[in-house]
């Protein structure tokens, strides 16, 4: 258990430098892969640009039967979906993360909105935001830029004004 948890460190540590081929060798020579182990590879492709490998390794982890994806899988994934557009696999991923009643959890529900927002379904992303627990910035800031990136900047400015009439911090 000892070697998983500093080969969980080292994966973590080697993304977070830049150097993901260090990271996956790091990876692949761990003996026993729990679900942090994949989701440290997974978080570290998608935070190094490389969403396409993040999803292909994603599929190995729906593979490998005995380990299920947790809040952290999801937060990592979902972003990789949204990166390359693949609403079809992020909506499939969004049944998933209704079924194991993660939806309400801000960050995961956060990686919804911005999914659908990227792909172009706002109305699924305001649906969602309308749903989320608005205690802080972090959905309000996928929201509003979702609309900026679809050209709706006066709904993102009204978004922002919402957010300010809350009192929300802006950093959380």
């Known amino acids: 258990?000892?070697?998983?948890?500093?080969g969980n460190t080292v994966m973590d540590m080697y993304a977070k430098l830049g150097t993901i081929d260090s990271s996956c060798?790091?990876?692949e020579e761990v003996p026993y892969k729990d679900v942090?182990?994949?989701?440290?590879?997974?978080?570290?492709?998608?935070?190094n640009g490389l969403a396409?490998?993040?999803?292909?390794v994603y599929c190995m982890m729906e593979e490998s039967e005995d380990k299920t994806p947790n809040q952290g899988t999801w937060v990592s994934i979902?972003?990789?979906?949204?990166h390359v557009g693949a609403l079809q696999e992020g909506m499939k991923a969004h049944?998933?993360?209704?079924k194991r009643g993660l939806h309400l959890d801000v960050n995961v529900s956060t990686c919804l909105i911005d999914l659908y927002g990227k792909c172009g379904r706002l109305e699924d992303a305001m649906s969602l935001f309308d749903e989320v627990p608005r205690t802080s910035s972090v959905p309000w800031n996928a929201v509003i830029s979702c609309?900026?990136?679809h050209g709706h900047g006066d709904t993102s400015l009204q978004l922002f004004r919402d957010m300010l009439f809350r009192k929300l911090p802006l950093r959380t």
């Open 78 to 82: 979902l972003p990789a979906y949204a």
């Open 147 to 149: 609309h900026s990136i």
């Open 25 to 27: 060798k790091v990876f």
């Open 36 to 47: 942090i182990s994949w989701n440290s590879i997974i978080t570290g492709y998608a935070q």
């Open 95 to 98: 049944g998933r993360v209704l």
């Open 1 to 6: 258990m000892e070697d998983v948890v500093i």
């Open 52 to 56: 396409s490998e993040a999803i292909e």
